[in-house]
């Protein structure tokens, strides 16, 4: 499975839960790739702002996230294929926190900035 690579470099986010990197208009026209089927970011520019984030730090091509060690360092081997950040700054809404905790999914922040 592949991720949709960013067609520029304005305008790009990166995905809150999993920092797969796209632009503004993809993840409003496709989606997330990894997390569309539990986020709904699909034609849900709101939904968009809340999860995903314009404030990031690097950017992995990742080509074969299973067969990657860094893949595994990032928490991401499991993904699509695809840009991914190295951080992404900014925390999910409380609403959506629990709608992930009561759909059981695993959340864990990829602010590294709040790591001490």
Request: hydrophobic share 35%; net charge neutral.
């Amino acid at each position: 499975m592949s991720a949709s690579i960013p067609n520029g470099l304005k305008d790009l986010r990166a995905c809150k839960i999993c920092s797969l990197i796209k632009t503004l208009d993809q993840f409003d026209n496709e989606g997330c790739d990894n997390c569309d089927d539990f986020l709904h970011l699909k034609g849900n520019r709101d939904r968009v702002f809340d999860c995903t984030s314009s404030n990031f730090d690097g950017m992995i091509a990742m080509m074969d996230p299973a067969d990657s060690w860094v893949a595994k360092w990032q928490r991401v081997d499991n993904f699509a294929r695809g840009m991914y950040a190295i951080s992404v700054s900014g925390e999910l809404p409380d609403a959506i926190k629990r709608m992930l905790r009561d759909k059981d999914v695993p959340y864990r922040t990829r602010d590294l900035s709040q790591r001490t």
